[in-house]
């Protein structure tokens, strides 16, 4: 791939070279009498980049392609006034897996053709601090990861469009399409009843699993202009294609029938033969969609925008069918100046045809709908007030059909509400000036009847402002703030404190030089019931109201500064900060007796079972739970520009990343990369 960069910027490098070696007409006449019928700006700016690290890169250098490499940017933008044509095309090359391109082509009013590639490399760290042997004893686990992995997925987005408008009538007609392709290596963790045929031990597994799929979509339609309305039809057609074998492996047999009827315990199976079956399968699938789009103005001070579409999809795998209808309509209204009044209307509909095999898993339908009004109020120059309100309403075909995981315990199966509705009521107050202030502050809540998930709050308030101010031309201060209060919700006992700020800073002590620091925190404080199961016959633990609280801090200054027009300087630094968890009871003495844990888990007596279970809460309570990782980024970049045209620099980056919790993942990475080129 590196000889695909380098193929890439010398080809550059000639058709840049073409542009020098053929000026355009107005540099063949004086500078004084030349019309200005073309317009044209080349830039190649090719790069080397030297790259280290140390430790684990998977977090600190995640969206890195983590490649020494040849690289650079390069840009031709063409414009020739009389033909009304313009031509722009650029491209950035970090390495061969790393780079984005853009292009377009314009003729006038007439014609317009663009396309747009994108491709990056994203690595995870190999994530399998099970320990299962602290859960339960009965657990075998299975893993043929070597600790602390380096997995890369690289993925590939391309999309190009074109449009073309018929002479003597006001009719365009367009085609878009798009390819994504995703290839590399995950990891796969499950967990089964397959530690032996009559599930006497259980088994957990962590895997890798190759990835290769691709989605792709082509389109077509017209545009017709008649007056204020503009009528726009498309028919698209999407495809997604897994190209590999998925993964297989053995499960033991289950218990039950789908004819039983609801089991005390969680939901059970239908009976399954022992052996190896395959899982964790990815569709392919097939898309037809049609959809139509309206914008027109109504009347004086009246607009309508709206559009509705309809999709059929079709699963390849399992050939089961899947609708989809949505619509969306909006309608401005301004009767006077200082009034301004929005009504919109939100549907999606989502219909399944599948008949489920297993006991109370299924596909079923869903039908969302929701409208909003707002208005807005201008008193004076200074002073805006907006009110607005909202309704929305899910609705749940086939509720029972639904997986029960959203159990508040996953131990009794909470049956889902076949609707669920809720009115959101904000007003906001708006203070601005011309220059000196701009202030903001609003409340919101929100009432929900019936919440059809245990997630979802009954009730939601939120106080919200936002502030700028620049009391000079060289300083200006801005500061958002949210605060929600969360509570109310089903079934368990559950309240949400969220606090969010975010601030920042900027300087101008010169007109060259820039400098802006910025501040942002964010503190989450819920309290809920929690239940821990084990086996049904062993026994259960609830745990009333368990504190978590995630907290996060980040810094961050950046200062440009310009000489002369000819050397360009910039620092950026950012740290953040980030710490959470949650602290059930760890003390096994306030456990109660668990009669049954001897002979179903295996321990040698109740005790036993109880601290085997704190230890099991306390691995709950940190490397599962509990976050502190500070992270560093800084940046450097220095650039001299030549009254020629020539472009030269140097641009340094580091980054650290640091868990405390588990020191594997801790890494560094540096990267120096030295460019040379031309502009002209």
């Known amino acids: 791939m590196k000889n695909v960069s380098m193929l890439l910027i010398l080809t550059a490098g000639f058709v840049s070279h073409a542009y020098a070696q053929e000026p355009s007409p107005s540099n063949s006449q004086p500078a004084e009498n030349a019309p200005e019928v073309t317009y044209h ?41 009389p033909e009304h044509l313009t031509f722009k095309y650029s491209a950035t090359f970090t390495s ?32 399998s601090n099970f320990a299962a042997s602290v859960i339960s004893p009965d657990i075998v686990r299975t893993d043929t990861i070597p600790a602390d992995s380096l997995l890369g997925i690289r993925r590939r987005m391309n999309s190009a469009h074109a449009k073309v408008k018929l002479p003597s009538v006001p009719i365009k007609l367009f085609v878009k399409g798009g390819w994504q392709a995703t290839s590399g290596l995950n990891q796969m963790q499950y967990f089964d009843m397959g530690g032996d045929a009559q599930c006497g031990t259980c088994h957990s597994a962590s895997q890798y699993r190759n990835l290769n799929y691709t989605n792709r979509n082509i389109a077509g339609g017209v545009e017709v202009t008649l ?37 005390a315990g969680p939901p059970q199976v239908a009976n399954t033969p022992v052996g190896f079956y395959v899982h964790a ?30 999709a059929r999809t079709n699963n390849l795998y399992t050939n089961h069918n899947q609708n989809a209808f949505n619509a969306d309509a909006t309608l401005t209204w301004n009767p006077i100046s200082p009034l301004r009044v929005i009504v919109d209307y939100h549907q999606q509909n989502l219909i399944n045809d599948f008949v489920p095999y297993y006991f109370l898993y299924g596909d079923p339908s869903l039908h969302r709908h929701w409208t909003g009004l707002k208005g807005q109020y201008r008193l004076s120059r200074q002073l805006d007030v907006q009110a607005y309100y909202k309704h929305m309403n899910v609705t749940r075909s086939n509720t029972s059909l639904w997986p029960q995981v959203y159990s508040p315990n996953n131990y009794d199966p909470f049956m889902l509400v076949p609707s669920s509705s809720s009115n959101v009521l904000g007003t906001t107050v708006h203070f601005h000036t011309k220059e000196f202030w701009n202030i903001r502050v609003g409340y919101e809540w929100t009432g929900t009847h ?32 949210r605060f929600d209060l969360q509570g109310g919700f089903p079934a368990v006992q559950r309240a949400n404190n969220i606090y969010v700020e975010t601030s920042s800073v900027t300087i ?50 950046r200062s440009t500064y310009e000489l002369k027009k000819h050397l360009g300087l910039g620092v950026n630094f950012a740290h953040s900060v980030a710490h959470s968890g949650f602290r059930p009871d760890l003390n096994p003495a306030d456990y109660p007796v668990f009669p049954g844990a001897v002979s179903v888990a295996g321990y040698p007596t109740d005790l036993a079972f109880a601290q085997a279970f704190a230890g099991a809460l306390g691995l709950g309570a940190g490397q599962v739970s509990e976050v502190d990782v500070p992270q560093t980024i800084i940046g ?22 640091t868990d405390y919790l588990q020191p594997s993942l801790n890494g560094k990475l540096q990267s120096y990369s030295v460019f040379f080129g031309r502009t002209w």
């Open 508 to 557: 101008r002590p010169a007109p060259q030089w820039s400098i802006t620091g910025g501040y942002s925190y964010l503190q989450d404080n819920l309290q809920t019931d929690m239940r821990f199961a084990n086996d049904a016959g062993v026994g259960l633990y609830n745990a009333s109201l368990v504190p978590y609280k995630q907290l996060s801090q980040t810094y961050s200054i």
């Open 281 to 310: 399968v990815l569709p392919s699938h097939q898309t037809q969609a049609d959809s139509l789009q309206l914008s027109m103005a109504v009347a004086h001070h009246l607009t309508f925008n709206g559009d509705v579409s309809y």
């Open 227 to 263: 007056g204020p309305a503009k009528l726009t039809y498309q028919h698209e057609f999407r495809s997604f294609n897994d190209r590999l074998l998925n993964p297989e492996n053995f499960f033991g047999a289950t218990l039950g029938s789908p004819n039983d009827p609801l089991p």
């Open 450 to 481: 019936d919440p059809g998930f245990v997630i979802v709050p009954g009730t939601n308030n939120a106080v919200f402002g936002d502030l700028t101010i620049t009391p000079v031309n060289w300083l200006s201060f801005t500061n958002d703030v």
């Open 636 to 657: 450097a970049t220095g650039d001299y520009h030549s009254s020629s045209g020539f472009d030269g620099g140097l641009r340094f980056s580091y980054g650290s990343y």
């Open 96 to 127: 061969g897996d790393d780079y984005y391109m853009k292009g377009q082509f314009t003729l006038g009013k007439w014609f317009d053709v663009g396309f747009d590639a994108r491709s990056f490399i994203r690595h995870l760290n190999d994530n």
């Open 41 to 81: 700006l080349v830039t190649l700016l090719p790069q080397y980049r030297f790259l280290s690290t140390s430790g684990n890169p998977s977090r600190v250098g995640e969206y890195d392609s983590l490649q020494q490499s040849v690289g650079g940017d390069f840009s031709v933008n063409e414009v020739f006034f």
